[in-house]
């Protein structure tokens, strides 16, 4: 998400609708929501919430309930 973040604050206001749009409409979605992906190896807890939160609380405010993720993922090796 702060990647997306990055981008999400360059764009128009129509290529934000159109975004919007494909979110609503079920054909792009966020998987994890997180800010970022954090290290399961050494993160404290409090960490993991936090930026989970704050990932999830940027697609609420721009994309409502529609976006809220109902997927988990995490790279493994």
């Known amino acids: 998400m702060a990647f997306f973040s990055i981008w999400w604050k360059q764009q128009s206001d129509e290529m934000k609708n159109t975004v919007r749009q494909l979110v609503n409409e079920g054909r792009l979605e966020f998987i994890n ?3 970022c992906m954090n ?4 993160a404290y807890y409090t960490d993991s919430i ?10 609420q ?4 309930d529609c ?5 988990g993922w995490q790279v493994g090796q």
């Not at 290290?39 to 050494?42: F, I, K, L, N, P």
């Not at 936090?50 to 697609?59: A, H, P, S, V």
């Not at 405010?61 to 409502?64: A, S």
């Not at 976006?67 to 997927?71: E, Q, V, W």
């Open 33 to 35: 929501g997180g800010w």
């Open 39 to 42: 290290d399961e190896a050494t």
């Open 50 to 59: 936090d930026q989970l939160t704050l990932g999830l609380k940027f697609i």
């Open 61 to 64: 405010n721009e994309f409502g």
């Open 67 to 71: 976006a809220r993720p109902r997927i």
